[in-house]
């Protein structure tokens, strides 16, 4: 996990999910390393291009762990949406906007989020 950061912090992506990855085969059933995994590839991959099949592979792998956790809940609607699948983008923001506080600035992104997609 900590390899997965420095090599993130470093610029290099392709270093960072490989560390990820091999975090996430040495603790099955831990979210943290594939929702990192997650978040850098959703970071690295501009807009417009589509995910790398890995991205798809995690969200698969971090679904059933997320349990309400709103970092999971956020990257798993920010890859619904940059499939396409807007509903299932929204339910997730949906989900993560009441654990958020009020005033927060995470609050603010996550209502513009939710208002970009439903054309607002």
Same mark, same amino acid.
């Given at each position: 996990m900590q390899l997965g950061r420095a090599w993130l912090m470093l610029g290099e992506t392709d270093k960072s999910t490989a560390a990820y990855a091999r975090a996430t085969a040495l603790r099955p059933g831990d979210v943290e390393a594939p929702l990192?995994? &997650? *978040?850098?590839?959703?970071?690295? $991959?501009?807009?417009?291009?589509?995910?790398?099949?890995?991205? &798809? *592979?995690?969200?698969?792998?971090? $679904?059933p762990l997320a349990n309400d956790r709103p970092e999971a809940l956020w990257y798993l609607g920010l890859a619904a949406a940059r499939l396409g699948n807007r509903t299932i983008a929204l339910d997730y923001w949906e989900r993560l906007l009441p654990m958020l506080p009020a005033e927060g600035e995470e609050r603010g992104l996550v209502e513009n989020a939710i208002k970009a997609l439903r054309g607002g």
């Open positions: 990192q995994e &997650l *978040a850098a590839l959703l970071d690295a $991959t501009p807009m417009g291009v589509n995910l790398p099949p890995r991205a &798809l *592979a995690l969200v698969g792998i971090v $679904t």
